[in-house]
């Protein structure tokens, strides 16, 4: 490299660097996925019974996963909020990273273009974090209807995030505090 570019090329790296992570296609796993036929297996043997293979769970009236719960990424809280879940802070998957890797799978993969571009992927100390602060199926609805509300503020996520699914009837609209 030229000698008068030298004192700049920590930030062109930085600059490439941010132009990889913008480069991400939605759908895309983060690199940190080392492996995402695992991740997937694990998604569809612990979580598809009820969210779906493709993470539709229609007919089933069960929360829809695909193309929007990347939108949780948006804020801290509605990203703990994700780890806070009942059926994944008590995961029978004890291994952090392996959780992790699930539940990235999760947002980028199912989520798609719901994940915002500047996200980062969920690391195995977050997970281990997170998931000690398990929510209690009490406190999960007011809590969601909180995180969506931000998400909606923060990054423009869809009002129909309101609802677990898409289409979700006018009574447990109400009910979801949206
Ligand atoms: C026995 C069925 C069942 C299984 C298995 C299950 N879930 Fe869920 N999931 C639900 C239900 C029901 C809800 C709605 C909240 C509640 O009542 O717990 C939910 C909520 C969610 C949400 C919140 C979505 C939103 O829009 O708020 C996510 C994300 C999620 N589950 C991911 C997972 C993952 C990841 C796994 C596997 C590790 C998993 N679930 C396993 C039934 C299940």
């Known amino acids: 490299m030229n000698r ?5 090329a920590p930030l062109l790296a930085l600059c490439l660097a941010a132009g990889a992570m ?25 979580c598809g019974g009820c969210h779906g293979v493709q993470g539709r769970s ?3 009236e069960l929360p829809e ?28 998957i004890t291994d952090n990273q392996q959780l992790a890797d699930l539940m990235n799978f999760v947002v980028f993969g199912l989520g798609g273009a719901s994940a915002p571009a500047s996200a ?5 100390e977050e997970v281990a974090r997170e998931r000690k602060l398990a929510l209690t199926a009490a406190s999960l609805r007011q809590e969601r209807a909180h995180y969506v509300d931000s998400a ?10 309101r609802q677990f699914y898409p289409g979700e009837n006018e009574r447990k609209r109400v009910f979801s505090g949206g």
């Open 65 to 92: 996963l695909r193309d929007r719960v990347g939108w949780f990424l948006c804020t801290p809280g509605s990203r703990a909020y994700l780890l806070r879940l009942p059926n994944v802070a008590h995961s029978r």
């Open 120 to 124: 980062v992927p969920f690391t195995a």
């Open 4 to 8: 008068r570019f030298r004192p700049f």
């Open 152 to 161: 909606i503020r923060a990054c423009r996520a869809p009002a129909t995030l």
């Open 22 to 46: 913008a480069a991400r296609q939605p759908g895309e796993l983060p690199a940190a996925v080392t492996d995402p036929e695992l991740a997937r297996a694990d998604y569809v043997e612990n």
């Open 58 to 60: 229609a007919p089933a």
